[in-house]
């Protein structure tokens, strides 16, 4: 099939106890803007397990974009955070807005214990620093239904040739970081990542 010259951009509807959740609003924000000339896709998913990564493989199979973005949120992290690495596990500590709670599960049977992103995220963390945006590395997705998306994404794109993704978790909204900043901050990661075919060569480790 033909690539469309459009970015798939993820967020998902609130769940718990949240009466919102800024990476489904900056989905719909950005649904049919242009990023370096490409039309954006926004769409908001599920919460639950199962139902969202199957969504999502019928958005890649219908849009047949270049770029995806699946954002999430992490309330309880000071930063945006560039995921770099999607694990085969499910291990719910609350249910997801279906009832589902799987404990111990593989988000794929019979595929690899991980993968790694394949955006360019070490050019997207200094380009989005640079314009004054809390950006930070992160080497966990944890174990709820980012994650489960995350590995179903990567899975889906590793049998794709030319489709690069990967998943980011945008932290609470602030008076520091308000819902438009949050979203100039993602299509300015995006933009980066169109540009870059090769990440840069910078530290991102940590010792903790």
Request: glycine fraction near 8%; hydrophobic fraction near 45%; aromatic fraction near 4%.
């Amino acid at each position: 099939m033909t690539q469309s010259k459009t970015i798939l951009i993820t967020g998902f509807e609130p769940f718990g106890d949240a009466a919102s959740n800024p990476s489904g609003e900056v989905a719909r924000v950005l649904d049919d803007e242009q990023i370096n000339g490409r039309t954006v896709v926004g769409r908001v998913l599920p919460v639950e397990f199962g139902r969202a990564k199957q969504q999502l493989r019928a958005l890649i199979d219908e849009i047949r974009p270049e770029l995806v973005l699946c954002l999430g949120v992490a309330a309880s992290r000071p930063a945006i955070s560039l995921e770099r690495v999607a694990v085969n596990l499910d291990d719910a500590s609350i249910p997801d807005n279906a009832g589902q709670q799987p404990i111990d599960q593989p988000v794929e049977e019979s595929a690899p214990t991980a993968y790694l992103t394949t955006l360019p995220v070490k050019a997207m963390f200094a380009g989005m620093q640079a314009a004054g945006y809390p950006t930070e590395l992160s080497s966990s997705a944890g174990n709820y239904v980012c994650n489960h998306l995350f590995f179903a994404l990567m899975h889906s794109l590793d049998s794709r040739e030319n489709v690069r993704g990967g998943f980011v978790h945008v932290p609470s909204l602030s008076t520091n970081l308000t819902q438009e900043r949050l979203t100039a901050a993602i299509a300015l990661g995006a933009e980066i990542a169109l540009a870059t075919a090769v990440d840069v060569a910078i530290s991102g480790g940590r010792i903790d």
